[in-house]
């Protein structure tokens, strides 16, 4: 069984400029979750999707977006890039069981370098 | 709110040597979950443990085992006989349910553990 895939896995961006990473969760996952790992500041906690919807999002300015799919892949945009928005972006899924938090299995990462 | 905390930023060991990673955390949620992920190079973290906060028993696992107690708010992570393969960065983590059902993880700083032959 695949695990979550994430692309790209490195890229470089320019001050201002605008990113999308992409997330394929676990088949029959129906849950997303973005974290951000920025040097320093350890694993933040970004979005939260659930059945193409957002559900929860972390304290970060509205620039960080995303969305979730049909087939319940997501994209994570980030506009207007800014140097500290350099990061490992990791994608998480879940199966969503009600009341019990349930394992989280990530991705490799999207590494994001903004010059 | 929610805090966890990994005191050791690096451990450095020798093959063989056993080897505890400690975790603190903060929470007034009376029903929480408490995790284990390990973060190789590569960047993915790897599931570890989950453990809910009514069971209190040791878990062991191979070469893994761990120690929640409660009443001191610690769950850590003891690798015996280590390994060259388990370098990595080790990180707890404590859950938060949403509404909607949601697991929102407060992960703590990490620990880098080195071992070396």
């Known amino acids: 069984e695949a695990g979550v895939t994430q692309s790209p896995t490195h890229l470089i961006k320019t001050r201002g400029q605008q990113v999308t990473l992409r997330c394929s969760p676990i088949s029959g996952h129906t849950s997303v979750y973005w974290y951000q790992q920025a040097l320093g500041l350890g694993l933040q906690f970004l979005l939260w999707y659930d059945e193409g919807e957002e559900r929860n999002r972390g304290n970060f300015p509205p620039r960080f977006s995303g969305r979730q799919f049909p087939n319940y892949s997501s994209e994570l945009n980030v506009n207007a890039l800014e140097l500290e928005d350099s990061a490992l972006y990791l994608c998480?899924?879940?199966?969503?069981?009600?009341?019990?938090?349930?394992?989280?299995?990530f991705g490799e990462g999207s590494r994001l370098t903004v010059l | 709110a929610q805090k966890v905390t990994q005191a050791q930023t690096e451990i450095s060991v020798v093959e063989k040597e056993d080897v505890t990673l400690d975790c603190v955390y903060e929470?007034?949620?009376?029903?929480?979950?408490l995790f284990w992920y390990k973060q190789p190079p590569s960047g993915e973290l790897v599931f570890l443990i989950r453990?809910?906060?009514?069971?209190?028993q040791n878990e062991i696992s191979g070469r893994y085992s761990w120690n929640f107690q409660k009443s001191t708010s610690s769950f850590n992570f003891t690798i015996t006989a280590s390994q060259v393969v388990d370098s990595a960065v080790y990180f707890c983590?404590?859950?938060?349910?949403?509404?909607?059902?949601?697991?929102?993880?407060?992960f703590g700083t990490g620990t880098q553990l080195k071992v070396e032959l």
């Open positions: 929470t007034r949620d009376t029903t929480y979950y």
């Open positions: 998480a899924s879940s199966a969503g069981t009600p009341g019990v938090a349930g394992e989280l299995f």
């Open positions: 983590a404590l859950s938060e349910i949403l509404t909607g059902g949601g697991n929102k993880l407060t």
């Open positions: 453990r809910n906060s009514f069971d209190e």
